[in-house]
């Protein structure tokens, strides 16, 4: 391959907190397709840093799953929920570049603030945080941690931002982007009870596991701003991207777990034949994809 890749390696990353659906399918099969064409390993890494929503029965069906649509991943998995010493070392590097800081505010309590700015904040959206305890003296960050209390470790945009200055991305099938730092918040990287988060886990892991192609979909465009900042400051390689577009259902929603998108136990159950699954997707769907790496 021309491709400048520092290696070859794709993945695949669930969370076994459900069943897969096909909007699963899509990704891991792309992926997996991507890693034949590239001559690397396609490998399988379980994110489940989630103990309360995780379980085993979810993560066993991910493999039946797996094997009954014929995609070998490498044996070698890495669970994220082994290797929370390798998340703690990333945040006190980041400690120590004093890019992150402890945040005690409760999610209501952002909320207030945010609409005290004047800017509604989006349901379930806290990403933009106004920064209430970026401006905490060291003394009163003491004192409330020597109280015990709930934090979370934020990163620090604005501290980031002034070591690096501009930052950029490539993505083989949207293009050129440019890191927007003066729009992202000071987003959560680690909690007092888990050391990690989906932004530091993942990029720590793909890194770690040496992934030189990220295949993703394209909702998480903005995830990769964040895994570009992280990649700076830690010092880790960057691997290339490809957000593919999303297996949408009949009312255009993104399937997922959340919106209880028909999962492939019960499309197994109903008599289809795993080529019958990947024609609801259109396997010239991933042939297209696939000639974008080239």
Not at 48 to 72: G, M, V
Not at 165 to 173: I, K, Q, T, Y
Not at 183 to 194: C, E
Not at 259 to 279: M, N, P, Y
């Amino acid at each position: 391959m021309k491709l400048n890749l520092y290696s070859n390696n794709t993945r695949f990353a669930p969370s076994p907190t459900g069943h897969m659906h096909l909007g699963h399918v899509f990704s891991a099969l792309f992926a997996y397709e991507a890693a034949k064409k590239l001559g690397g390993k396609f490998i399988l890494r379980i994110e489940d840093i989630d103990a309360q929503r995780s379980s085993k029965l979810f993560e066993d069906s991910i493999y039946e799953d797996l094997d009954w649509l014929e995609i070998n991943f490498s044996k070698e998995i890495r669970y994220q929920s082994e290797h929370m010493q390798d998340y703690k070392a990333a945040i006190n590097e980041l400690l120590k570049l004093d890019m992150v800081y402890p945040c005690f505010c409760s999610r209501s309590e952002i909320k207030a603030e945010i609409l005290r700015a004047g800017n509604a904040p989006h349901e379930e959206d806290y990403s933009v945080y106004p920064g209430t305890c970026r401006r905490l003296s060291l003394e009163d960050r003491k004192d409330k941690m020597e109280q015990n209390l709930s934090y979370a470790w934020r990163l620090n945009i604005r501290a980031a931002s002034k070591k690096f200055g501009n930052l950029f991305w490539d993505d083989m099938r949207l293009g050129k982007h440019t890191v927007p730092v003066g729009i992202i918040g000071d987003i959560v990287l680690a909690r007092k009870d888990i050391p990690t988060s989906y932004h530091l886990s993942a990029t720590l892991d793909d890194h770690i596991q040496r992934i030189g192609l990220v295949t993703r979909g394209e909702d998480l465009v903005n995830a990769t701003h964040i895994h570009k900042i992280l990649q700076t400051l830690l010092g880790l390689k960057s691997p290339k991207y490809l957000h593919h577009p999303l297996i949408l259902d009949s009312n255009g929603v993104r399937l997922s777990k959340r919106t209880r998108a028909q999962t492939i136990k019960s499309l197994k159950a109903s008599g289809l034949k795993r080529e019958d699954v990947i024609d609801l997707f259109g396997k010239e769907n991933i042939l297209t994809l696939l000639n974008l790496i080239k």
